[in-house]
C-alpha cells in the first residue's frame, strides 16, 4: 500500500487561506469516505481535525474544512493564525486486507 | 475523547521483542477500537493494527503480519502492542489511538492518542 501523496510544504501569511492535497487511488480515496486529517506540532501527537472526509469533530475550529473530489482529498485552512503552524497528515481508510493509509506530510508555515 | 497513556521509551538490541501498553483512564474502551500506529523519525504515521475491546478481534497491516501482536486486558483498561524480531528501521514513536464505534459505523479516524512511545533499537 503506497502512501498517499502531499506538498512537502505549504505557507501563507495571518489571514489568508491555504489549501493540502491529498492524492490517493481508486482503491482508497476514490473507494471510500472515509478521509482524515491530522495536525502535528513538534514532539506531540497527531490530533484529529477533520474525519468522514468534512466532518469537524468537537473543539475544532471552524476555518478548518475538508473536501474530496474522485481520488484527491483537500482540507482547507482559512484565517491562518499562528497556531496553525504544524505538520499536517492526510489518512484514508483502504479496505479489509490493509485498512488505513496515511499521507507524506505537509509543512505548513505562517509567514 | 478518552484519555490513553502509554508505557515508557524502550531501547532494544536487533532482534529482541517489545511490548508497549495503552491505559484508558475511563471505565474501558468501550464503544472505541485501539489502534497502533508508528512514526519513524521525519516520517509520516504508518497504521499497525487494531483491536476490538469487546472481542479481542484483530487486525494488522500486511507489513507487520507474523511480528506483530496486539492484545488488551479488559479488567486493567490496558491495551498492548508487542513487535518481534527488531530492526533498526523499527526505531519509531509508537502510537495507541482509538477510533469511534459508538453509532452503527465506525468513523476510521483516530479521534484520540496516547502520548506516544519512542522505541530505539540499536547495538
Known amino acids: 500500500q503506497s502512501a498517499l501523496a502531499q506538498p512537502p510544504s505549504a505557507s501563507g501569511s495571518p489571514g489568508q487561506s491555504l489549501t493540502i492535497s491529498c492524492t490517493g487511488a481508486s482503491s482508497d480515496i476514490g473507494a471510500y469516505n472515509f478521509v482524515s486529517w491530522y495536525q502535528q506540532h513538534p514532539g506531540k501527537a497527531p490530533k484529529l481535525m477533520i474525519y468522514e472526509v468534512t466532518k469537524r469533530p468537537s473543539g475544532v475550529p471552524d476555518r478548518f474544512s475538508g473536501s474530496k473530489s474522485g481520488n484527491t482529498a483537500s482540507l482547507t485552512v482559512s484565517r491562518l493564525q499562528a497556531e496553525d503552524e504544524a505538520d499536517y497528515y492526510c489518512?484514508?481508510?483502504?479496505?479489509?486486507?490493509?485498512?488505513?493509509?496515511f499521507g507524506t506530510g505537509t509543512k505548513v508555515t505562517v509567514l | 475523547q478518552l484519555v490513553l497513556v502509554q508505557s515508557g521509551a524502550e531501547i532494544k538490541i536487533p532482534g529482541a521483542s517489545v511490548q508497549v501498553s495503552c491505559t484508558t483512564s475511563?471505565?474501558?474502551?468501550?464503544?472505541?477500537?485501539v489502534h497502533w500506529v508508528r512514526q519513524a523519525p521525519g516520517r509520516g504515521p504508518e497504521w499497525m493494527g487494531q483491536i476490538n475491546p469487546n472481542t479481542g478481534g484483530t487486525a494488522y497491516a500486511q507489513k507487520f503480519r507474523g511480528r506483530v501482536t496486539i492484545s488488551r486486558d479488559t479488567s486493567i483498561r490496558t491495551a498492548y502492542m508487542e513487535l518481534s524480531i527488531l530492526r533498526s528501521d523499527d526505531t519509531a514513536v509508537y502510537y495507541c489511538?482509538?477510533?469511534?464505534?459508538?453509532?452503527?459505523?465506525?468513523?476510521?479516524?483516530?479521534?484520540?492518542w496516547g502520548q506516544g512511545t519512542l522505541v530505539t533499537v540499536s547495538t
Open positions: 489511538a482509538t477510533e469511534d464505534c459508538t453509532s452503527s459505523t465506525c468513523q476510521k479516524s483516530f479521534d484520540s
Open positions: 489518512s484514508s481508510f483502504a479496505g479489509t486486507n490493509n485498512p488505513y493509509v
Open positions: 475511563q471505565n474501558t474502551f468501550t464503544g472505541h477500537y
